[in-house]
């Protein structure tokens, strides 16, 4: 079976496979540390099956919030290793396109900023990028590609996304989050003034 | 018998830690550090070291692993900082604690790092091993805090800690406004050796009658901070 794993938007873990599809998930949008332990145990003792039933790890890669997006990365990676089985990363837009023949998923990254990928047929055309409310119009053709706006990414629809694309042969081996941004930092420029 | 054989896992601040112990032996300790990459910033930036820690996760476990020569399941618990520290670094620690002992069937344990610098010296190869009941000063770039210590495990006090910049904070913040390559600390804690105490007053924090009501066991070293920025500022000639 597939645990499935994103915490781009919520919390939502995912024990798919077998024509079973468990799944354990909040809306809530900061306390991805506390829930992700007890919703990765929840779909175990759903299905009734041990850790070791566990074949394959899928987690969402974003775009979302970093503090929580690295939650569920960290845990999928962490799992994946204790029971020595592969781990696939997938942007986490490709779980809201599923079922979408073309679509631009948006998704809110805080500070005011949208976060879209333009699928079709379940594949990305374009994006992810960042954008804002007003000009999201301008970056991609919301007439060719209808906007699908989430709060929350469903991680069984996540894992559907991934065995759509390992089937398509895309190579899903790269963990690494789709930030889209830089960290907030400036570089400290010599001495500098504390006083006065 | 065996002692237990646990794996700890410390994502606080700028640097990955895995170690493994077997009761008070300790077999593995590997630290992935991301203080390179804060330097440009003349001081750890929290996102930075939460991405590295995400990056560094999986190599630094399992080179702990082969360093203590063991496998995952031979594991009979797992610990995690769980603060103080930065937000966005222990959350990485910890998602990856908690669905490592789900994976593998294993208790977790969440530890205060401070009570972890202290229990580090239960580890000590040589020398008298800590005594308890005991009251541990923790000094460092992060912290300056005073523990009343009567079991590592169920019974810690903290009696008092600084009030603003941690002492080695403190060292680093007089450096840069000196002008000195982060983390400066230790260049000033090198000179500092042959310097002379008495050559300008500066003052100690939290050291008058009064401070002893509010902030008896209390650390203060903003002022000091702020008064070098003003000594330097005033002064043409400093150099060190
Ligand atoms: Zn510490």
Redesign the pocket.
């Known amino acids: 079976m597939i645990l499935a794993i994103d915490t781009s938007a919520a919390t939502s873990v995912a024990l798919v496979g077998d024509g079973i599809v468990a799944e354990a998930a909040t809306d809530d949008t900061r306390s991805h540390a506390e829930h992700i332990g007890v919703f990765i145990e929840r779909v175990l003792v759903d299905v009734g099956v041990t850790p070791d039933a566990v074949s394959a790890v899928v987690v969402g890669l974003g775009p979302g919030p970093f503090t929580g997006l690295r939650v569920g990365i960290a845990a999928g990676i962490t799992f994946a290793l204790g029971r020595d089985i592969p781990i696939y990363g997938v942007p986490s837009h490709d779980a809201v396109a599923v079922g979408h023949s073309a679509c631009t998923v948006v998704t809110d990254v805080r500070r005011r900023e949208l976060a879209w990928t333009a699928y079709r047929d379940g594949v990305a055309v374009n994006g992810p990028s960042l954008t804002t409310e007003g000009t999201l119009a301008v970056d991609v053709d919301l007439r060719e590609f209808p906007e699908v706006r989430a709060t929350t990414i469903s991680a069984a629809l996540l894992a559907t996304a991934a065995l759509n694309r390992i089937e398509r042969g895309d190579d899903l081996t790269s963990l690494t989050p789709l930030y889209l941004r830089a960290p907030d930092a400036t570089p400290g420029n010599g001495p500098k003034r504390v006083s006065g | 018998m065996n002692e237990p054989l646990v794996l700890g896992i410390e994502s606080?601040?700028d640097e990955t830690g895995v170690g493994i112990v077997r009761g008070n032996t300790l077999l593995a300790n590997v630290i992935a550090s991301s203080m390179e990459q804060h330097a440009v910033f003349g001081g750890v930036v929290p996102e930075i070291a939460a991405r590295a820690h995400l990056e560094a996760l999986r190599g630094t476990i399992e080179a702990a692993l082969r360093e203590a020569n063991i496998r995952l399941r031979d594991l009979d618990a797992i610990a995690v900082a769980a603060g103080p520290?930065l937000a966005g670094a222990l959350m990485v620690g910890v998602g990856a604690a908690k669905a490592l002992a789900v994976a593998l069937g294993k208790p977790l344990y969440g530890v205060n790092?401070?009570v972890?610098?202290v229990g580090a010296d239960v580890l000590r190869e040589d020398g008298q091993s800590i005594e308890l009941p005991t009251v541990a000063l923790?000094v460092?770039g992060?912290?300056t805090s005073l523990l009343l210590v009567r079991d590592l495990a169920t019974d810690v006090e903290l009696l008092g800690e600084t009030i603003d910049d941690a002492a080695g904070e403190a060292f680093d913040k007089v450096a840069r406004l000196l002008g000195l390559p982060y983390p400066g600390g230790p260049h000033i804690d090198r000179v500092a050796v042959d310097g002379d105490p008495a050559a300008i007053r500066f003052p100690r924090g939290l050291t008058l009658p009064k401070d002893l009501v509010h902030h008896r066991y209390d650390f203060s070293f903003s002022g000091l901070k702020t008064a070098v920025a003003r000594y330097v500022e005033t002064s043409d000639d400093v150099s060190v």
Do not use: V
Request: proline letters at 0%; charged letters at 0%.
């Open positions: 606080s601040c520290g790092h401070l972890g610098h923790l460092s992060g912290h």
